[in-house]
């Protein structure tokens, strides 16, 4: 057991994520297990727990004092998906992106941060040419106090961090998993490694301000 890595991914096992199972960045990085072994799985281990766009919310919701118990001991949610049932604290239910335009997609920075350092936004609204993958609506209305890091470009929230509703931070992303922007030869490519960067840096300042049981 002490050579698990200390983020864990859970895997929901659907048709598009499987590459995650042999990829060496999320192999070398994270501690891939089958999503419905979170219940069973000791997560004292751990500094952060990445949820996929796909997870089986049922599910989550079933067990949700596990993700609120692992958040009171000062640690890291990242969600990436639209969120139905109230399992993540603080985040509002998914409204879906009221469309007329394809411009009505469009990314903007609206906090310059780390994780998105040196990605333009046009590599993150477009993908082969088409707007929408990145991400198609919102939570909001989001937590009081969230750092809003991405919008559309009526400044509805896309990405925010929340560091006020619980012991811990979660990352909260209205769209596809971040860590499968990789390997597209575009600046979106930066984004895997500095949000991991990012994971340790922020679990390492929740420790020093002692948000920790």
Not at 16 to 38: A, S, V
Not at 132 to 145: L, N, S
Not at 160 to 188: E, M, P, V, W
Request: charged residues 25%.
């Amino acid at each position: 057991m002490a050579h698990l890595k200390p983020i864990l991914f859970l895997d929901p096992g659907h048709a598009f994520g499987l590459g995650n199972r042999t990829d060496p960045f999320i192999q070398d990085n994270f501690e891939l297990i089958d999503q419905y072994r979170l219940a069973e799985t000791d997560l004292s281990l751990f500094k952060c727990i990445v949820i996929h766009d796909f997870i089986d919310q049922e599910y989550l919701y079933t067990y949700r004092s596990i993700i609120t118990d692992f958040l009171a001991e000062g640690k890291i949610i990242i969600f990436t998906g639209q969120l139905f049932k109230a399992w993540l604290p603080g985040c509002s239910s998914f409204t879906p992106r009221d469309i007329q335009s394809y411009k009505d997609y469009q990314v903007l920075i609206a906090k310059d941060h780390p994780i998105f350092a040196g990605v333009h936004p046009d590599d993150m609204t477009f993908k082969k040419g088409i707007a929408g993958f990145f991400a198609r609506g919102t939570h909001a209305p989001v937590p009081a106090h969230a750092e809003i890091l991405l919008t559309f470009r009526d400044e509805m929230p896309i990405t925010y961090i929340d560091r006020n509703t619980t012991n811990g931070t979660i990352l909260c992303h209205s769209g596809r998993d971040l860590f499968a922007f990789r390997n597209q030869n575009k600046s979106t490519d930066r984004i895997i490694g500095q949000l991991l960067q990012w994971i340790h840096d922020e679990y390492e300042a929740l420790q020093r301000e002692g948000k920790q049981v």
